[in-house]
């Protein structure tokens, strides 16, 4: 009974059944005051098209075969936490703010049949959803997907589909990765090379990074600076915060390509063509890198609203820094041992930049270090764990994406489906006030071998959706059997959204399979 009338991922933390149907239909009318007007166009749009009804709004002497959206700021709930009640006269949405509101329209959404998400008239159904009383809230506040648009790029169609999907999954932090060594993505006025130049590269490899392979011919692209607002403000209204990731001071060959005076020698190089992890990095020895740094941020925060911004500080080698004579000026002028100590001189630095400016530093698990400012968020991502956890229990807030569990980019030979659901982002060894640093859950999808919608809707999911429950489901409300059923029965909606997902052999193949790729090393 309970797959069969609420296949609702992710799965409500409590929901009790009742017997009956509300009828959707063309008497069915919306009351809500004008604070809550926005959520009335957002069903409007989701019914009218498919139902071929017209919603009417607020007829005051209606009583039954209504719709009801109520805010309360006096409601015994979390922020993001709705009640959702369904009779068969009424339906009634309550929360204590408008993001409550939204998670229990997504609800609802999931209730009504799945050819509810059709671009289409669609005749002959009748449009039933089940009675329930359903209360519900997050376990995290930060349940996350990043976009990795460098390697290959993504149009703003692309982006605005992934934050529709994102939305139906109660996901709420978009990561967005804009610059790497194979593409700069985003327009910074005060440097244009970095888009004339450095967006552009003249090849792809193709298979592995051991590839010789090439796709023979150029990629590239980037987001106007409009159109960033726009995904931005988009991403807003389905209450999904933006986190821009700016490469600092590793995964920068492409801004080099552009300005070469920005590395150690000043020597030229192209937009890489082929990945893994390049040594062609920043030179902080030199004071106009970081005038350079400071000045594409202040874009950067001037595009974005979040309190977050992601400078990933991970894989830098520091090679160059050793041989760079301004870099051992710097090392010597300001105490400091050595090469690995000179990066967490750039991450505070640029921390109190960020800071000065009402932001906050996000960076993956390399940096890490004693001397790390306090408010840095660690983004964990591989390596030691240990070592995350000892930070945590100093106090430092983290967002877990265990690669072997999150990296949507994998095959799912070597992450199928159920190995996903059993992640959970919550360090072993962690206990009372120590587990309110676990902000939450991100999942990367890097795209290296990922050219185009297709792949990338194929690797996401239904795995985005396993993460997603984790991420929003408290721990003993979580079962792998129910989200495999009500996957399954989620899969039409899915059509109807035209996702191209991973069939149910595809998710979770065979262990043979899965042992003669452990034993392959591939």
């Known amino acids: 009974m309970y797959i069969m009338h609420y296949p609702i991922i992710p799965r409500p933390n409590k929901l009790i059944e009742r017997k009956g149907f509300f009828i959707l239909n063309e008497e069915t009318c919306v009351k809500t005051s004008q604070e809550c007007t926005k959520f009335v166009s957002y069903l409007k749009e989701l019914v009218e098209t498919p139902t071929g009804f017209t919603i009417d709004i607020n007829s005051r002497d209606k009583v039954e075969n209504t719709i009801e959206f109520l805010l309360n700021k006096n409601l015994a709930l979390e922020k993001e936490g709705y009640h959702l009640n369904i009779t068969e006269d009424k339906i009634v949405i309550k929360a204590r703010e408008s993001v409550g509101l939204f998670y229990g329209m997504q609800t609802l959404r999931q209730l009504l049949p799945p050819e509810i998400e059709s671009n289409s008239p669609i005749e002959d159904i009748e449009w039933k959803i089940p009675c329930v009383s359903i209360e519900d809230y997050p376990r995290f506040k930060w349940r996350g997907h990043m976009l990795d648009v460098c390697r290959h790029f993504f149009g703003v169609d692309v982006v605005k589909k992934t934050l529709n999907l994102m939305a139906l999954q109660k996901l709420n932090v978009f990561h967005w990765h804009l610059t790497e060594d194979q593409g700069w993505r985003i327009e910074i006025k005060k440097y244009p090379k970095l888009t004339d130049i450095g967006s552009k590269r003249a090849d792809t490899q193709l ?7 090439f796709r023979g011919k150029p990629h590239g692209g980037f987001y106007t600076q409009e159109e960033i607002r726009e995904i931005v403000e988009y991403a807003k209204k389905r209450f999904i915060t933006v986190v821009p990731e700016i490469e600092i001071p590793g995964h920068s060959q ?14 030229n190089f192209e937009v890489a063509s082929t990945f ?4 062609i990095i920043y030179c902080p020895g030199k004071d106009e890198v970081f005038k350079f740094w400071k000045d594409v941020l202040t874009e950067v925060m001037n595009l974005f609203p979040s309190e977050v911004i992601h400078i990933g500080g991970d894989e830098v080698p520091k090679d160059r820094w050793q041989e760079c004579p301004d870099c051992q000026k710097l090392i010597k002028e300001k105490n400091l041992k050595n090469e690995e100590d000179l990066q967490v001189y750039v991450t505070n630095t640029m921390a109190s930049f960020l800071a000065e400016n009402g932001r906050r530093l996000m960076g993956w698990n390399e940096i890490l270090d004693e001397g790390l400012e306090p408010n840095a968020i660690c983004h964990y991502w591989a390596h030691s764990e240990k070592e995350v956890l000892k930070h945590i229990k100093m106090g430092r807030d983290m967002v877990n994406s265990k690669n072997k569990f999150t990296y949507l980019n994998y095959g799912y030979k070597g992450m199928p489906l159920e190995k996903v659901y059993s992640f959970d982002p919550v360090l072993e060894g962690l206990e009372g006030e120590e ?11 890097w795209t290296e071998w990922i050219p185009d919608q297709k792949t990338l809707e194929f690797q996401a999911f239904p795995r985005i959706m396993a993460l997603a429950e984790i991420s929003w489901t408290s721990k003993e409300n979580r079962d792998y059997t129910s989200f495999f059923q009500r996957l399954q029965a989620f899969e039409k909606r899915l059509d ?12 979770n193949p065979s262990l043979i399979a899965r042992i003669r790729k452990l034993i392959r090393g591939k």
């Open 435 to 445: 587990l309110k640093h676990v902000l939450g859950l991100e999942t990367p999808l």
């Open 496 to 507: 109807y959204l035209k996702v191209n997902y991973a069939n149910e052999e595809e998710r």
């Open 207 to 213: 298979k592995h990074s051991r590839s010789r392979k």
């Open 276 to 279: 893994g992890v390049k040594k």
């Open 254 to 267: 492409a801004a080099i390509a552009a300005y070469p005076e920005l590395t150690c020698f000043g020597d």
